[in-house]
């Protein structure tokens, strides 16, 4: 049955690079529901544009330009107060994220060894800040603490995991 | 100047601070080492959010029983005679866990609740043997598609034999490359039973099926087997009657895809966000030639089973808020 997205390589090479794509959404809008809706707005383009994309090239910079696109019209979508960076700063922005997240499964990979790394208290709070809706000052009020302690916590923990990441990558190459 | 860069980034998201927003964007306009910096900051923090989203949800699938499924209430059958074909495989799951958060540096914090309910884990047991319609569906809960049959196995379990590539519901002159099957979801009765609400969490439908294949055809030795999930704005008879165009509008999809070899066997998923707007799914499972042949080719024995669709309720992660 033919249909616009009937390109088996297609679909290969969509799920392979979808979650790369999520990373580059995010590097753009610093903010994970946004990158995920774009994400989605981005995914139906590509099926849309199936046909455009020859599968003796390269998927990635096909589908990150398909992106920015679909990022740049978020950012026109939206009310100003409810994104991060200006829409100059995302265009500024376009090269490094691409490079950033062009390597993002070895990233990842490399963040699973780095955080078998940490301790119970410090993956406790990275579960409480990204994935239990808690915001700093909700977790500074429950622990006693400080609302700057708290990020300074969570700052060096991330300085930590980067630093162990970059490590983890290397030695991987 | 990471420092510099991780303070005013989480000033803005936990207190939407106008200022530092101001002077965050200033620092990354002027500076290409910070723009570099906070690229792979972001792209860190995402890899971070996906790792501990995947761990909240495999110590959920791993540490609570399930919960004894019900069926769906008679009134949301009644509602829509459309569910009746798959009310047998149609079980609401339950609650799965509590994501267990409860200590950060030694204080309680609130629970985050994820939960998984099984829509259709569809084993074919309410078909009956045999051929399929062949034709796309029009019904809510119906499998069909091109040639296909229901077959029963040696220890009484059913599964889908995929017969040849066809072409139903497409162009005249299209190709016949794949044979697809498909079902119509009404997402209504998903939603209220969630009580979804978009603004506090996030729903991802994942679509799985074991695809197995024997004896392949000599001159098809590149069989694959392919899940898909569209979802749309629109009626079931509208997308009946303008499929496959009308894929255009879907308003997500996500699609897997397996090469299976000679006595191959794989089980594959495929994912996309619930968005508010989707009332309808079109879910297909299908076992492509692998070639662009523009007649039908028969499939040999080839095989998929135990199709199911998850939806996987998350609450919205915390990094938008702005009070």
């Known amino acids: 049955m033919p249909a616009p997205f009937d390109d088996i390589r297609f679909i290969e090479a969509l799920t392979r690079y979808q979650p790369t794509l999520e990373a580059y959404c995010h590097a753009n809008l610093a903010n994970e529901e946004d990158a995920g809706e774009v994400l989605q707005a981005t995914c139906v383009k590509l099926w849309e544009k199936a046909a455009d994309w020859d599968p003796d090239t390269a998927f990635l910079p096909w589908a990150f330009a398909v992106a920015r696109f679909t990022i740049l019209a978020h950012y026109r979508d939206r009310k100003r107060d409810r994104l991060i960076f200006d829409e100059d700063v995302v265009q500024a922005m376009v090269q490094q994220s691409e490079e950033s997240s062009a390597n993002f499964e070895d990233r990842r990979e490399a963040l699973a060894v780095c955080v078998k790394k940490l301790t119970e208290k410090q993956v406790a709070l990275l579960q409480a800040y990204y994935t239990a809706n808690q915001t700093l000052r909700e977790i500074a009020e429950a622990s006693g603490r400080s609302l700057s302690a708290v990020k300074m916590t969570l700052l060096r923990i991330r300085k930590q995991l980067a630093t162990c990441i970059e490590r983890q990558m290397r030695a991987n190459a | ?238 997308i009946a009657k303008h499929w496959p165009g009308i894929l255009r509008d879907a308003v997500a999809v996500g699609g897997k895809a397996v090469r299976l070899g000679v006595g191959g066997e794989s089980r594959i998923s495929a994912s996309c966000i619930l968005p508010p707007e989707a009332t309808v799914a079109v879910i297909s499972v299908s076992m492509h030639a692998g070639t662009n042949t523009g007649h039908a080719v028969g499939l040999g024995d080839s095989f998929v089973s135990d199709v199911a669709l998850t939806a996987i309720i998350q609450p919205a992660f915390p990094l938008q808020q702005f009070h």
């Open chain 2, 1 to 238: 100047m990471q420092e510099q860069l991780f303070s005013l980034l989480e000033n803005v998201r936990n207190a939407g601070d106008e200022v530092s927003r101001t002077e965050l964007n200033q620092l990354l306009r002027e500076h290409p080492e910070a723009r570099a910096l906070m690229s792979e900051m972001l792209v860190n923090e995402h890899a971070l959010i996906s790792y501990l989203r995947h761990e909240s949800i495999v110590s959920i699938l791993d540490r609570q029983p399930q919960v004894p499924l019900k069926r769906l209430s008679d009134r949301l059958l009644r509602r829509s005679p459309a569910w009746q074909p798959i009310s047998a495989g149609l079980l609401l799951g339950a609650l799965l866990g509590v994501l267990g958060v409860r200590m950060v540096m030694g204080m309680p914090v609130a629970e985050a609740v994820a939960r998984q309910i099984t829509l259709a884990d569809h084993k074919f047991s309410s078909l009956d043997l045999g051929l399929i319609p062949n034709r796309f569906p029009v019904l809510f809960g119906e499998w069909s598609g091109d040639p296909a049959e229901v077959i029963e196995r040696a220890d009484g379990n059913r599964e889908l034999r995929f017969l040849r590539t066809a072409n139903i519901a497409g162009a005249p002159s299209g190709l016949a490359r794949s044979c697809d099957v498909f079902q119509l979801i009404d997402l209504q009765p998903l939603r209220e039973q969630c009580g979804d609400t978009a603004s506090e969490q996030t729903t991802v439908l994942k679509l799985s099926a074991s695809f197995r294949q024997e004896n392949p055809p000599a001159d098809l030795p590149d069989l694959r087997g392919v899940c898909r999930i569209s979802l749309f704005q629109a009626k079931p008879e509208s």
